[in-house]
Every structure is written in structure tokens, then in C-alpha cells.
């Protein structure tokens, strides 16, 4: 917010209370056009409010991608897997951005006939999981939810995160599972990476997505899914660029120094990342 600003907001409000005070304690032929002119100044102020905090975000308007609109007929027609106007239904994030990043990595997997398995790494309540099962299975492919389902496991806390002890244990196993499905999906309790006994030894993946926040079930995620990744496919990492979560971004930037691969920082909201496998080359 700019001085003037602040000033403008400033003196609007003293206007408005000296305006409010003669509508109580002044003449009252002069009360209507008191109150009236007070009605206005507070729409002016919160006009000037709004506008201070939120113009340059507003410079640029947030379109969806042209295949999921504009050319929604030819996307069909070209064999697209996915209905955008009823699959963004299933992705609880209040995030376009985001969803969209999600679209477009399945539309790719698809066109390059990548194989493999999906998964998630921190489900919560299954935001982005509901919509990911419903892909694996109009794909026919198993999508396996990972989580604690009680929120951050105390072992999971560094130093300076002990703040967090039960932060997002507002989730249960059964709520998810009846939100998500069953069909073509498994759910894994515990942490990880103790839980991943529980996955085939035999399963890789074409898209995983790792959503814990935390930089140790972070680094654990990449250790495991890397080198189970089918060339070509992509894991997406939450909270890499959002500034609040540091050790979620060191164990990314930690884990792909001296990777063929590096990571990509989109524009969604909470600072997701992705990389992709390297294709074989043929």
C-alpha cells in the first residue's frame, strides 16, 4: 500500500466519523444527506482498500488454457482424456493454477504413452486426490494415497517446527476413502518411508505428486518415487517456492544437485514445483 494511500484511507475514516457524529448530534434537516454522503465515503474507502491491496495481482487476467476452452471440441476430438467442467469439481483446492498444472501433465503423459502408476504423498483430506484417482482410473492405472491421516508425525518436526505438533490431523482414513473411492485406488497409513513395504516391489510411476510440507517426508518421497519413475514421467512438489515452507524447498534443492534432472517453479499459489524423468532416447 502506497503513502498516499494510506493517507487517502486515513482521512476518509475521520471524515466519516465527523460525518457520522453531525448525523447524530447535528441539524437534522441535514441528517439524510449526513448519512448519505458518510455510505459513500466508507464504499469509497474500501474501494481504495481493495485496490491497494490487490491491483498489481490484478494486472493480468488468470485464463485457463485454450485446449480446455476456446478449443474444448478439437481437444475432444483428438482423443483428451479429461471433461474439465466436471473433473475440476473433484479438485477441492481453491487453486486454477494448479488444477490446470495437473490437467496438462496428464494430457502429456497420455500423448507420449507414458506408463506407470500414480501417487500421492500426503493426501490430508484428499483435495487434489479425489481428482487424481478418478484420472488413474479413467486411465486404468492404480493411484496409491499415502498419508499419515492424523496430521505431521512428531518425528517428521525439526527444531523449529515443534509449533506444528497436529497440524492437519483434521482428517481421518475413512473420510478420504469415502471421498476419494476405493475402486482402483489404495490407502496407506503411517509414515513414510516405513510404508513403503506396502507398495509393490514391481509398481512405477508416471505421475507422483508429494504434498507434506515438511523437508524430511519431502526428501523420503524423492528418494523413494525417483528412481521408480518410468522415463518420462513427473513428480509435482507442493510448497516449494512459497516461502513458508524451508524445508520442504532445501530437501528439493538438496536431492537433484548432480541429477540429470533439475526442478521447473510454476505460479501457482502455494510455489509447486515439477520435474520430469528424461525421456529414454530411441
Known sequence: ?????????????????????????????WVLFTWGAAASLLILMAVLLFRARSTWTQALLPWPPERYTDNIDRYRARGGVLEPETDIKKFAHNDQTRFF????????????????????????????????AAIGRRLKRTTYMLDTFEGFDEADLGARESSLKGAFS????????????????????G???ATAAAIPDDARF??????????????????????????????????????????AEKAVDDFFVGKAEGVIPLPDRCGSAVMRKNKQVR
Open 1 to 29: 500500500m502506497t503513502r498516499t494511500q494510506k493517507i487517502g484511507i486515513c482521512g476518509g475514516a475521520v471524515a466519516t466519523l465527523c460525518l457520522i457524529a453531525f448525523a447524530l448530534f447535528g441539524h437534522p434537516q
Open 191 to 193: 509414515r513414510f518411508p
Open 101 to 132: 498444472v495437473f490437467c496438462l501433465i496428464v494430457d502429456q503423459i497420455v500423448k507420449d504413452h507414458v506408463p506407470g502408476d500414480f501417487a500421492e504423498l500426503g493426501v490430508f483430506k484428499g483435495h487434489s486426490a479425489e481428482f487424481l
Open 170 to 189: 483434521d482428517t481421518s482414513l475413512d473420510a478420504v476413502r469415502a471421498k476419494v473411492g476405493v475402486e482402483k485406488t489404495v490407502f496407506i497409513k
Open 206 to 247: 508416471a505421475l507422483v505428486h508429494i504434498d507434506c510440507d515438511l523437508g524430511e517426508p519431502m526428501m523420503a518421497g524423492l528418494q523413494y518415487f525417483y528412481p521408480r519413475m518410468q522415463p518420462g514421467g513427473f513428480i509435482l512438489m507442493h510448497d516449494y517456492g512459497s516461502l513458508y515452507w524451508d524445508g
